[in-house]
């Protein structure tokens, strides 16, 4: 309900959603909108709106559709958990209903983005202003257990900074270096600090930083992208680009960071992904074909394995 | 001499350059370079190397090649100097000999961006890795006072952040929206937040940021950059690409930042350029031009004289 389209966009866009007949959508949203799609539909008494202020909106309206949402996946109700809203009140709330996998402190926005070979998983891109290196340490192991469970043996992690070198950057990323890099039994590669061009060379597997930096990084990502597209319109003579237009709309599909399927909140017991407030029907769409992929490989209990394992090996070394 | 490609490659940049009869280099460098090329000379006898600590270094090595330039700065034995050496210590050591603007505690360094429209003047993009509230206030007034310097009679100014709502972000930046908000003097109009991606569009003159933020997003959209690039050549047909290599290589030239002509470091006595590390010789020979067109402006003497002229409003109202 809360976000910048919502809701009648977002309803059209799962309309439209061609899905497999074992997967069932169930919308959530004022009792005004029920009914007027196919789908089942779980009934919310209040909205968050993107500028609410999280913990006074989720202290007042505890029957708004994100909480309502999270409830039913902390019930069983629903397997995954799909919001386009307010990042802070998603995040907040997901921490006190689902509670965060053990060890986990903090949970995480994980985005996977395209780089010149396989795609890096960051995080946090925006579910915590500010990371101490404990949480930044955290992140380093979710993101591993994540690429792992994509297949990825023995996953390589860099943190993002503003130089190579050991001591650049704040006190905070330092530490974090330090402690990285003394972890001998890690269940990943620790390359060090990566610098923001070099993300895209895709040496990495993993970009650790904290919530602020990381979504600057995505946003600007996205920015540049459409503004380089624009400038090939403009650049490249009319008969031209008609001749080219399979390849450009391939390209653009690939860069257009509005239509990836949103980011996973890594961290806590359940699936949640949380789409851009101004997603378009189709990156909605995508987030939730990505959710239900999750959900299919029981992603939770992978995380929760992998991360169990690695704490096990540290506990017996 | 401190940075990655000094000094052979940067001579031989120099060398190539096609410099007015007016305006003459001075190379400062260790003494076993001196007169191997063909412009005036100047001798250091340390060398400060990239991923040295730069206040150590500074302690050690009074005479390394960019100590020498900025003390020749300051004497008014050249007009500009422009490094490609370490980042920390070209500060410091410009805060230390050349002292600061008045009304100004810390320099920035000043990048000028391309968007859809005008370019944007992003500061700090380094010299700082954290920025207190204070600090981005007086980076928004440098900020605005070199646009002026460009001719942009009221330059509009946004905070570099995750989101446009007023109570986005750190605290630092929601005490300097707070200040920025109450300036009703201000020479500049502020707009409030920017998000990554909105940047690009165009709408704001100057982007306020802390120098850790505002290197990740320069370098995230250098990166950025370079991916598209590479897609654009590996998914259009080679006849096709070879047709459009004119217009690609001037787009190519517009968005390769590794080609900018580097940054301002605004905010001290002297106009100082700093050149990425692994600066080409081609950036290398734009900052140059860079620096004489800004010598030429008496750029240094604007930015205090519009600066004077604020701080003097303020006084009498």
Known sequence: MGSDNAPQVLLNALDELPLPPDVEIVAIGMPEYKGIKRFRYAVATEVIGMDEHPLLALRRKRNASLCVGLRLLKEGAIDAFVSAGNTGALVSSAKMILS?????????????????????????????????????????????AYQKARGIEKPSIG????????????????LAYHELQMMSLAPFRFVGNIEGKSVFDGDVDVLITDGFTGNVFLKTAEGIASLILDRINAHIPQEELKKLQPELNDLQRHLHYAEYPGALLAGVKGIVIKCHGYSTPRAFANGVIGAVELAREKFTQVLQDKLDFFHLKKKFN
């Open 159 to 174: 943190i993002l900074n503003i130089g190579s070198e050991a001591m650049k950057g704040t006190s905070e990323l330092r």
């Open 100 to 144: 965060t996998i053990p060890g986990i402190l903090r949970p995480a926005l994980l985005a996977l983005i395209p780089t010149k070979k396989n795609p890096v998983a960051v995080l946090d891109v925006g579910a915590n202003v500010q990371a101490k290196a404990s949480h930044l340490v955290q992140f380093a192991l979710i993101g591993a």
